[in-house]
């Protein structure tokens, strides 16, 4: 099972489903995802829709949504879009998590909308399947991100110590092939893809994911891409 195909229901593991707010500027945006997360998504209940910076902020206060899953290029307010949004409702942080959806793949997109507090970023490129992963994990507290995409974040957010040294004995403790699927997941990448990039199955990237958390006393990928980060081993 790829950790796009997590199956918790809701944000605390329980039976609820994940209740879900679209905040996009195209109507015909949010009825395709609303759509594509109906049928490959049955735990993930969308509880409303906005298409501008102030009907979004409205509705993360009215609704408590567990996500919101909203683009970064949107109209109204003072300009900011989706990170402005994320911003004026960070008091409702960690009730409510964001998780960015855009077309745009460039940095500054990036880093405006994490920093602002989102938990997550990926592009419309994104399956459907893999979409209701991400949100599952941003929902559970986890990092979502598109590969290539966690890297500007590491860029903008590294702890700025680059002759911090790496920890022999913390490494050793992992396998080469351990290493290689560390530093691919740590970079955002899903499971189903670690396993195609390594020519194994993604049962094996689980069982290496599984043994590197539990060696380097990690308790989530978020924790091991700051590790990984803090090393400067991405």
């Given at each position: 099972?790829?950790?796009?195909?997590?199956?918790?229901?809701?944000?605390?593991?329980?039976?609820?489903?994940?209740?879900?707010?679209?905040?996009?500027?195209?109507?015909?945006?949010?009825?395709?995802?609303?759509?594509?997360?109906?049928?490959?998504?049955?735990?993930?209940?969308?509880?409303?829709?906005?298409?501008?910076?102030?009907?979004?902020?409205?509705?993360?206060?009215?609704?408590?949504?567990?996500?919101?899953?909203?683009?970064?290029?949107?109209?109204?307010?003072?300009?900011?879009?989706?990170?402005?949004?994320?911003?004026?409702?960070?008091?409702?942080?960690?009730?409510?998590?964001?998780?960015?959806?855009?077309?745009?793949?460039?940095?500054?997109?990036?880093?405006?909308?994490?920093?602002?507090?989102?938990?997550?970023?990926?592009?419309?490129?994104?399956?459907?399947?893999?979409?209701?992963?991400?949100?599952?994990?941003?929902?559970?507290?986890?990092?979502?991100?598109?590969?290539?995409?966690?890297?500007?974040?590491?860029?903008?957010?590294?702890?700025?110590?680059?002759?911090?040294?790496?920890?022999?004995?913390?490494?050793?403790?992992?396998?080469?092939?351990?290493?290689?699927?560390?530093?691919?997941?740590?970079?955002?990448?899903?499971?189903?893809?670690?396993?195609?990039?390594?020519?194994?199955?993604?049962?094996?990237v689980e069982t290496h994911v599984s043994a590197v958390l539990r060696k380097l006393q990690l308790s989530s990928r978020h924790e091991l891409?700051?590790w990984a980060a803090d090393r400067r081993l991405l």
């Amino acid at each position: 099972m790829s950790e796009t195909d997590t199956t918790a229901a809701g944000p605390a593991g329980g039976d609820a489903p994940i209740r879900v707010l679209l905040v996009d500027d195209h109507a015909m945006v949010r009825s395709g995802v609303r759509t594509e997360l109906a049928q490959h998504a049955p735990d993930l209940d969308i509880v409303g829709e906005a298409e501008d910076v102030e009907g979004a902020v409205a509705a993360v206060q009215a609704l408590r949504p567990d996500v919101v899953l909203l683009d970064v290029h949107l109209p109204g307010g003072q300009g900011g879009g989706g990170a402005e949004v994320v911003s004026a409702c960070t008091a409702l942080l960690p009730v409510t998590r964001f998780l960015a959806l855009s077309v745009s793949d460039a940095s500054e997109d990036v880093v405006a909308v994490i920093r602002a507090g989102a938990r997550g970023y990926v592009t419309k490129a994104i399956s459907a399947p893999d979409l209701a992963g991400a949100v599952r994990r941003v929902a559970a507290g986890d990092a979502a991100f598109s590969p290539r995409l966690a890297g500007f974040v590491l860029d903008a957010f590294g702890t700025g110590v680059g002759d911090l040294a790496v920890r022999d004995d913390e490494l050793d403790r992992l396998t080469s092939r351990e290493r290689e699927v560390m530093r691919l997941i740590a970079r955002g990448y899903t499971y189903k893809e670690v396993a195609a990039e390594l020519f194994i199955s993604i049962k094996t990237v689980e069982t290496h994911v599984s043994a590197v958390l539990r060696k380097l006393q990690l308790s989530s990928r978020h924790e091991l891409t700051r590790w990984a980060a803090d090393r400067r081993l991405l």
